[in-house]
Structures are given as structure tokens and as C-alpha cells.
């Protein structure tokens, strides 16, 4: 896997120690975090070094501009994205979405799942521009709402993608 990716705006990169305090601060965010699956809310400053020390693995990037963090982005099971609020409406995940899967496809892999919570049209958005194919509708635990959230399952086969990217 490539350690790094840069896009025309962006630097996508592994988390570093120095991102936590930025990421608590982005996540802790009702508005972002209610939207993931596996993040708690309120997000503490422990919960972003406990991720970038022990859970964030190969396929997990900060997204920067290359000086400042803006949000996150990552392949473990699926496609799973965020974005700071302050960042959002400027096309920067579509830009990052598009150049992670991309890698992913260009390492060999054949597929790629992914998923959004259903009222989440950024995230709806972003999934179809990329060619997401929608599959079922499952209930998934939210753990920053602390209940099931109707979860809009997506397909994407690197010969859609390579069909519709080039």
C-alpha cells in the first residue's frame, strides 16, 4: 500500500500522534459523528490516540491539505469516510474517495463494500459519483447514537470502477 496519496488539494496520509488533538476536536462533532458506525460521541482526546496508536491499520489515512487535518478516510471491511464540518460543501472527500479507491483498485483488489446511514446525502452523493451500486437496506449499530440505524449497503467491482474512471 502506498504510504501517501496526493490529489490536486490534497495529502492523504497515515494518522500521525500529532493529529489527536485535531481529530477529538473534528469528531466530537454531533453533526459528523452521528453519521458513524464505530464512533462514540461524546470523542475524547484518548479515543483519537487509542485510534491512530492501536486501531487505525494499512488502509487508514488522515485527510490534510497537506498542512492541516480535515478528516479521515479508510478501507477495514469497507469504504468509511468523514469529513471536519468546517470542511464540508468543497468537494474534498469526493477528491480523497475517488484517489483511495483508486489505490485500492490499482493494489488488485476486486471489490469494494461500503455503506451509509440513511438521511446522510453527502455521503449518498459521494458513494454514486464514485459508482457505488446500492444493495440491501440492514439495521447497523450506531455507536455515537447508541442505537440500530437503517444502514444503505453499496457494492463496487474494480470493473465498474475501471468502466467508469479509466
Keep these: 500500500m502506498t504510504q501517501e496519496i496526493s490529489t ?3 495529502l492523504i496520509r497515515p494518522y500521525r500522534r500529532e493529529d489527536a488533538a485535531e481529530l477529538a476536536r473534528l469528531i466530537n462533532d454531533w453533526e459528523v459523528a452521528r453519521w458513524l458506525s464505530v464512533v462514540p460521541h461524546p470523542y475524547t482526546l484518548e ?3 487509542e485510534y491512530i496508536t492501536e486501531i487505525a491499520g494499512d488502509w487508514s489515512f488522515a ?3 497537506g498542512a492541516k487535518l480535515l478528516g479521515g478516510i479508510g478501507i477495514s471491511g469497507g469504504l468509511g469516510f468523514w469529513l471536519g464540518r468546517a470542511h464540508w460543501g468543497r468537494g474534498y472527500m469526493s477528491e480523497a474517495a475517488s484517489a483511495l479507491v483508486g489505490a485500492w483498485f490499482s493494489a ?3 471489490e469494494l463494500s461500503s455503506g451509509y446511514f440513511l438521511g446522510n446525502a453527502a455521503s449518498a452523493a459521494i458513494h454514486a459519483k464514485l459508482g457505488f451500486i446500492p444493495g440491501e437496506v440492514v439495521p447497523e449499530h450506531s455507536v455515537s447514537q447508541g442505537r440500530d440505524v437503517e444502514l444503505q449497503k453499496l457494492r463496487l467491482t ?3 470502477w475501471q468502466a467508469r474512471h479509466g
Excluded: N, Q
Design 8 to 10: 490536486p488539494r490534497l
Design 47 to 49: 479515543d483519537a490516540e
Design 63 to 65: 485527510v490534510t491539505d
Design 108 to 110: 488488485g483488489h476486486e
Design 158 to 160: 474494480r470493473a465498474d
